[in-house]
């Protein structure tokens, strides 16, 4: 028996060994807010990508299914918390702002590259100086570390310390950074002519990693590494031994051994192979939602989960009037807050949650860039809409002297109907189905409201350029306000609901043509990006939110939720104490 117990403790004592000797020497312990408890090792996560990769370039290629993949290969300086958005670290393990808020020195983790060569500063240098601001990248992201025209200068201080030198403070820079992947400059290097005199095109960088490449080639510090691609098939990602992230129980993520992207183009087909449990978690739409949940409470072995959106790449449609209308009349309604406070009454968001979205939406009252979740939601602008009530948009009409005529549309004093057009873009029953829903309603207040109902990229440019009456759109949406300064700032180009507050030809703003609220607006977008505390940032910002909530602007409409079906051996796959849901292809794992 004592010869036994001596060998099982020198086996265990092995194991252990082992178990720490793969622990990462600089370890980022992961939130504990993704996680339920400690994960089990082992195991396959099967996803799906809806197009081929073109590349596993992530700069170098324009491949949404690449990003994808791209992002479990690489990591960024900083990360943001999947959960509350809030910026942690990644790669640098700290970091310092200056005073004046023009200087940010990072402390470099210590981690390896998933060839065994160590991460420094010159990766990071070679990332933001040579494929970052390089133009001729196709995934360049040079105008978000350039601010007012001059670039964001790094510098080495030393192997494990970098300094980014900023033109003014910014303060999205945190946010610019999050995905943000830094590259090994001991692999990629040579495509550029810098460091090759053999290389005489300054886009030859494109031809680098493309998906011919041998898979040991791909060097990350994500937490899976390439380890096969099958064209038209699937994408098989292995477990990186050399990630630097540990769950709050001391052990190293991630818990699967494999991550396997199946390349699948028909919605209709994922959603069979889901059902068969081929597929761990899939994003549905609201129409196979229904049917999904019925198998769930039928006794089907997955979950779905209906929860309110993060904010983030999903479409949250919008109503605005143009402030520079070309009818006078219309010009001088669309300018009166009391005239958009009743379009606002006239909304019925009940009925269009209902009817269009099949009640998967939500209203929070707030802008679409600001939901719940994010660290930049103002609760107070939520509690300012304006519930849908006819009665009180009827009686704000009358009072400004909008008579009913003889047909049922009001008129303006001259005895014109009050009559304009709503831009919005074709193939998609969720845009007009809200349209009509409005313009039904619109009908009932007296108010003519016609349906100019346009291919996606000619109404984009119609409102660009100022030619509509009135639009129902969706911007794409960004965690940081700052990164939508040109659409929701007076004095910007993207700001069609007044775009004479800015000169076309100098692109400069011009004050005179704002509003004593839109002055308001765009001192608060300036100096929300220049402040780099986020305390001092959430003072402008809320008091923007307000003001919008207040001024009407832009009427949002709806939020659609976030709908994704997991299948139940899936663990710390949840829904997180502030609605959203919990879960990251590190952090989950096989039961």
Same mark, same amino acid.
């Given at each position: 028996m004592g010869k036994k117990f001596l060998v099982i403790m020198a086996i265990l004592s092995v194991l252990s060994f082992i178990v720490f000797a793969a622990l990462p020497p600089d370890p980022f312990t992961e939130a504990s807010n993704l996680f339920q408890?400690?994960?089990?090792?082992?195991?396959?996560?099967?996803?799906?990508?809806?197009?081929?990769?073109?590349?596993?370039?992530? &700069? +170098?290629?324009?491949?949404?299914?690449?990003?994808?993949?791209?992002?479990?290969?690489?990591?960024? *300086?900083?990360?943001?918390? $999947?959960?509350?958005?809030?910026v942690e670290p990644a790669l640098a393990s700290s970091w310092e702002v200056s005073p004046g808020g023009t200087e940010v020195i990072f402390h470099l983790r210590h981690v390896l590259w998933s060839d065994g060569v160590p991460f420094t500063a010159d990766d990071v240098l070679f990332t933001f100086n040579d494929?970052?601001?390089?133009?001729?990248?196709l995934g360049n992201e040079w105008d978000r570390f350039t601010v007012d025209g001059t670039p964001i200068k790094w510098i080495k201080i030393n192997d494990y310390t970098?300094?980014?030198?900023?033109?003014?403070? &910014? +303060?999205?820079?945190?946010?610019?950074?999050?995905?943000?992947?830094?590259?090994?400059?001991?692999? *990629?290097?040579?495509?550029? $002519?810098?460091?090759?005199p053999k290389v005489t095109d300054p886009s030859y960088y494109n031809q680098a990693w493309t998906v011919n490449t041998p898979p040991d080639q791909i060097v990350g510090t994500g937490p899976y590494v390439l380890y096969k691609y099958i064209p038209g098939q699937e994408v098989i990602l292995k477990r990186n031994p050399n990630f630097w992230e540990v769950d709050p129980y001391g052990n190293q993520l991630p818990y699967f051994n494999e991550l396997d992207f199946l390349i699948v183009k028909d919605p209709q087909t994922q959603l069979a192979m889901f059902q068969s449990g081929q597929i761990s978690w899939l994003g549905i739409s609201a129409s196979q939602f229904p049917y999904l949940k019925q198998k769930q409470l039928a006794g089907s072995p997955f979950s779905v989960y209906n929860t309110l959106s993060s904010g983030q790449a999903t479409p949250h449609p919008f109503i605005t009037f143009n402030f520079d209308a070309k009818n006078p009349d219309l010009r001088s309604?669309?300018?009166?807050?009391?005239?958009?406070?009743?379009?606002?009454?006239?909304?019925?968001?009940?009925?269009?949650?209902?009817e269009v979205y099949n009640g998967l939406a939500n209203f929070t009252g707030d802008i679409p860039a600001v939901l719940p979740g994010n660290v930049f939601y103002d609760p107070e602008a939520s509690s300012l809409a304006r519930n849908f009530n006819l009665q009180a948009a009827n009686g704000i009409l009358d009072s400004l002297g909008l008579k009913m005529g003889p047909n049922g549309i009001r008129q303006f004093p001259d005895g014109q109907p009050v009559e304009f057009n709503l831009l919005t873009w074709s193939n998609s029953p969720t845009m007009s189905g809200i349209a009509v829903i409005y313009q039904k309603d619109l009908q009932k207040i007296g108010i003519k409201l016609n349906l100019q109902i346009l291919d996606l990229s000619v109404a984009y440019q119609m409102a660009m350029a100022g030619n509509f009456d009135a639009a129902l759109l969706s911007w794409g949406d960004q965690p940081d306000p700052a990164l939508r300064t040109p659409i929701w700032s007076p004095g910007y180009p993207l700001y069609i609901v007044h775009l004479s507050t800015m000169d076309s030809k100098t692109q400069q703003p011009l004050f005179d043509h704002m509003m004593w609220w839109e002055k308001i607006v765009y001192n608060d977008f300036a100096q929300g990006q220049a402040q780099m505390t986020l305390a001092e940032r959430l003072k402008y910002y809320y008091q923007w939110e307000e003001i919008y909530a207040t001024e009407i602007p832009f009427i949002f409409v709806a939020v659609p939720n976030t709908l994704i079906a997991v299948q139940n051996n899936i663990g710390n796959f949840f829904v997180a104490p502030n609605g959203q849901l919990a879960f990251t292809t590190y952090t989950t794992f096989l039961k």
């Open positions: 408890g400690p994960g089990k090792y082992g195991g396959t996560l099967y996803l799906v990508l809806g197009s081929e990769p073109q590349s596993w370039n992530y &700069y +170098g290629t324009l491949s949404s299914a690449a990003y994808t993949v791209d992002g479990q290969l690489f990591s960024p *300086l900083v990360q943001a918390n $999947p959960i509350t958005n809030e494929v970052v601001m390089n133009k001729h990248a970098v300094a980014a030198l900023l033109p003014k403070p &910014y +303060g999205a820079f945190f946010t610019v950074l999050e995905p943000a992947y830094i590259l090994p400059k001991h692999i *990629l290097a040579n495509y550029l $002519p810098k460091y090759n309604l669309f300018r009166n807050l009391q005239f958009r406070e009743a379009m606002e009454y006239a909304l019925d968001r009940n009925e269009i949650i209902n």
